[in-house]
């Protein structure tokens, strides 16, 4: 399956990945830019607001239990600032982490025929 999602790559966007652990932001870091992505790596939620108000950025994917926030509150925090940046509220890494990266790939592409400014997913 991470084959299939590798080969699908878009390139010109910018993730901005919000995670705490160094071994699980690798993991992200390598899926997205295996298929095409910019990723901007945030290690906590003062991070995540900087970057995403100073940084063109195209999509969030953001752990939900950070050390400094939590993620449905730093997700408000987020869409106050870029109400039309689509976030995507995971919660670790596993076996759903593939099609998870997938789905969000997929939306990302097709935002303009769905709606970009309802673009929110929780995982």
Do not use: W
């Amino acid at each position: 399956m991470l084959n299939s999602i590798l080969e699908e790559g878009m390139s010109g966007m910018t993730i901005l990945c919000v995670e705490d652990q160094s071994e699980y932001m690798h993991t992200l870091t390598r899926m997205l830019e295996g298929i095409g992505y910019g990723v901007m790596p945030a290690r906590n939620g003062g991070q995540a607001m900087d970057l995403l108000a100073n940084r063109a950025i195209d999509g969030v994917l953001l752990e939900y239990n950070l050390p400094d926030a939590d993620g449905t509150t730093l997700r408000a925090q987020l869409k106050a600032i870029r109400p039309d940046v689509p976030v995507l509220l995971i919660d670790g890494i596993g076996g759903q982490t593939p099609l998870m990266i997938r789905f969000f790939d997929s939306y990302l592409r097709n935002a303009e025929r769905v709606g970009k400014d309802r673009g929110d997913s929780e995982v």
